[in-house]
């Protein structure tokens, strides 16, 4: 599909074919197939698949960051395995793989600003603070972003805690050493400047209260931030082999319709709701929840049809129980629908054996497949990236194709 | 309970709705918040923890009723009452999550320790701890789960509805 457009493009086929003459496959297990990566330019960084600081990720995007301390070019580091996350909003970083000390954030009473963020399994509690932060060639100067188990803010209100899950505080429970929020919104809340109660922002004295945000001092989707190509992002990767790889190469293209490698062309837009979500068809049911999103890592849905794993004996409690182990490869289709009409139509995916594959030594798995915990939802993870070019649109901004919010492939 | 009996559940469906909405405002006053899970109903009148809170509507289905509370947050949550008076399902779906201590009661330290899976993405729970199971899915800005307790489900009720 992407090599299909790159030939309709000269000067895309001539990037890609220079790509290649510089050994840009990337290393050993890559999967086969569509689209080579493009070169290196100002607004392409690079991304990998593989087995995390933990050396047990799955399905895992992970891209550097260059933080400094913000108006020096000196005080800087680089951090790797900071997961590339388009279901979630802002950079944030795991304290212990930071050796900065990057000023705190303060309101307009002068206390200072942390953020109790909220994950789907837990909570992350930190400081905002201030950064220069770059990626490949793009800066965004005294950009808020969240520095996660800050020892400098060590008391977790009650209300934080009291929102539930794991704390996520450590490289240990967050699985990466931060992540980096680009999906289709500016800010990781859509209404803290009015409202404190969703115990996502405190300001801290000696206590930490609830409270309202100005907008430019909450979390914000970085990219927006960036003095040029600040409208979405392309996620490109390869496809993956059926079984899975290690150490998948891909890139994370800044900017939508401003440089040459970043056109939409005939891309399909389905602009997505105040969730960030869409309407999936599959198996003749509507999932009105349905989302697509570089940080899940599996294909999420509910077929009672399909086999789901059975816990190993050394394990009874494990997990895999709420994946798919069908004894051999199962083919689906969908159908998407964006809020805009636009329908995504007779899109394929395959669900492979999980326990099978968590059995290999790989890290990108395209037919990781499990149950979802909301009936009213079909959560297309990181396989969705798989083969294609990905733009994730910001909401209010305008590319050649359309306004965001949107994701086109 | 005395709600469960009222002369309103012979009434037209719309009749019924409303009469329940008044008695429980009556019953509950307009600032209540969350029941608590495993416990009775009446638990939503000594709630202060989210003032502000709000009941949207009380409906009953074949075998529970459900309250649907607004929360200030913007999040929905909805509690399931069993016909012997106590809360057996809690569900939450909004921008930010409810505060969960308040909504699982005795069974809150329970989740927060439940062991994490090997596979865990920041994206899904699904946690069952003996009686209680707790599932949630979403991403963020947009968040939703539900926990109840396996052996307080009345009979006859599809799991899939409560949510």
Known sequence: MVSMRALRSGLVLALALSATACGGGGGGGVGVGPPPPPPPASNVASVTIDQGPLNASVNMLFASVTVCVPGSTANCQTIDHIQVDTGSYGLRILAPVLTLTLPVETLANGNSLVECTQFVDGYSWGPVVSADVQIAGETAHSLPVQVIGDTRFTNIPTNCSSTGGTQEDTVATFGANGILGIGPFQLDCGDCDTVATHGLYYACATTCTETTVPTNLQMPNPITHFAADNNGAIIVLPSVAAGGAANVGGSLIFGIDTQANNQSGTQTVLTVDGNAEFPITFNGQTLANSFIDSGSNGIYFNDSSISKCVAPPNDPTSQIVNFYCPPNTLSFGLSIQGMNGVMANNLTFNVGNAQTMLNSNFDAFPQLAGTNPNPGSFDYGLAFFYGRRVAVAVEGDTTSAGTGPYIAF | ?163
């Open chain 2, 1 to 163: 309970m005395p709600l469960f009996q009222s002369d309103a559940l012979k009434r037209s469906e719309a009749v019924k709705r409303a009469a329940l909405g008044v008695l429980l405002i009556a019953a509950l006053g307009p600032r209540i918040a969350s029941a608590t899970l495993g416990e009775p109903e009446v638990t939503v009148q000594t709630d202060v923890v989210r003032a502000h809170a709000s009941i949207k509507s009380s409906q009953d289905r074949a075998n529970y009723r459900v309250h649907e509370i607004q929360l200030p947050s913007g999040t929905v949550m909805r509690e399931f009452v069993a016909p012997n008076g106590n809360v057996f399902a809690v569900a939450w779906q909004g921008p930010t999550r409810p505060d969960l201590r308040q909504a699982l009661g005795q069974y809150f330290d329970t989740y927060a320790s439940a062991p994490r899976s090997k596979l865990a993405d920041r994206r899904h729970v699904q946690i069952q701890q003996g009686d209680l199971v707790v599932q949630a899915g979403g991403h963020m800005r947009a968040l939703s789960g539900r926990a109840y307790l396996l052996s307080a489900v009345p009979s006859g009720v599809d799991l899939g509805d409560l949510h």
